[in-house]
Each structure stands twice: as C-alpha cells, then as structure tokens.
Nanobody, 125 residues
Framework: QVHLVESGGGLVQAGTSLRLSCRASGSTFTWYAIAWFRQAPGKEREFVAGISSVGGQTAYADSVQGRFTISRANATDTVYLQMNTLKPEDTAIYYC??????????????????WGQGTQVTVST
C-alpha cells in the first residue's frame, strides 16, 4: 500500500512559478509510474505529467509541455512538479497517483491508484 501526500499549492499571479511535491510512503518500490493530474471545477480529472520509476521516462500534456517539469528524488520518495509561466487556466486541484501496469505512462486516471488529498493551485490574472 502506498500513501501519497501532495503539497506546495497556493495563490499566485499569472507568469510566476510554483513547485508541487508528492511524497510517497509505504511500498514505494512497487509502482511503475507516478503522475500528476488536475481537476478544475466542473471538469474531469486530466493528465498533466508522469514519470516512470525505472529509467525516469517522462510524459507531459500538450497544454503544459515546455512550462512544467516533473522530476523525482528517489532518496526521499518524492516526485516534484515544477510549474513555470503559470496561466489562469492552470487553476485546479492537483493530485498525484501511482500506476502499477507497465504499459508506458498512462494518461487516463483509471490506471492510477492511491490518490492523495490534492493541493489547490490558483492562478490570478
């Protein structure tokens, strides 16, 4: 069982940066990938970025490519999401989840488990 805790959200102005953290505890050696998703009010949860446990492969949504960077610190079982040049449309609750199926980094939330409680990101104009 893996327990995930997200942190680092906040209220920022457009054009600025935030770094989100997803700290894992428990059986962390079993996951294939960890990904960040986000969910805005009235919208479905959408893939943002993911990173694999072996090889450190990454994947990004088109909407954040070039602005967001996902990374991991194996020593602390933490996955980070560096978000630069934030836009109002990035406003959402950000969640991280673990993928166990070795099919490549999945972009559908149904493939993920152990969701954390989320962290709110609000970007003002």
């Amino acid at each position: 069982q893996v327990h995930l805790v997200e942190s680092g959200g906040g209220l920022v102005q457009a054009g600025t940066s935030l770094r989100l953290s997803c700290r894992a505890s428990g059986s962390t050696f079993t996951w294939y990938a960890i990904a960040w998703f986000r969910q805005a009010p009235g919208k479905e949860r959408e893939f943002v970025a993911g990173i694999s446990s072996v090889g450190g492969q990454t994947a990004y949504a088109d909407s954040v490519q070039g602005r967001f960077t996902i990374s991991r610190a194996n020593a602390t079982d933490t996955v980070y999401l560096q978000m630069n040049t934030l836009k109002p449309e990035d406003t959402a609750i950000y969640y991280c989840g673990t993928q166990y199926s070795p099919i490549g980094i999945a972009t559908l939330p149904a493939w993920y488990h152990n969701w954390g409680q989320g962290t709110q990101v609000t970007v003002s104009t």
